[in-house]
């Protein structure tokens, strides 16, 4: 079966740090970009990193940038997601996901993903 399936999702304090996880089965995952998104309450899902086969190529959503990092082990077929300094604007359930394409796109488009995890929950609260 082709999935994706995320974890590590929790409850943290602003400033806190958590790593999500993406494993990925039934699929040849060392061929595609993976991309994690959020979703939070009465808002649009949208595009927060995203990292490229090879893993030497990423992206960043503005907001995120300095404080998240992406990286993959593709002999684990994992794409990590490393949260740090969370504040409360980043409280969302989180999906990775992939187009079945080798690179980022400059901005990743929901719309564009063929496959999609059923998401972690992160919340930030004190």
């Known amino acids: 079966q082709v999935q994706l399936v995320e974890s590590g999702g929790g409850l943290v304090q602003p400033g806190g740090s958590l790593r999500l996880s993406c494993v990925a089965s039934?699929?040849?995952?060392?061929?595609?970009?993976i991309g994690w998104f959020r979703q939070a309450p009465g808002k649009e899902r949208e595009g927060v990193s995203c990292i490229s086969m090879s893993g030497d190529s990423t992206y960043y959503k503005d907001s995120v940038q300095g404080r998240f990092t992406i990286s993959r082990d593709n002999a684990k077929d994992t794409v990590y997601l490393q949260m740090n300094n969370l504040k409360p604007e980043d409280p969302a359930v989180y999906y990775c996901?992939?187009?079945?394409?080798?690179?980022?796109?400059?901005?990743?488009?929901?719309?564009?993903?063929?496959?999609w995890g059923k998401g972690t929950l992160v919340t930030v609260s004190s």
């Open positions: 039934g699929l040849a995952f060392d061929l595609y970009a």
């Open positions: 996901a992939t187009d079945l394409l080798d690179y980022c796109s400059e901005s990743p488009s929901t719309s564009a993903m063929d496959l």
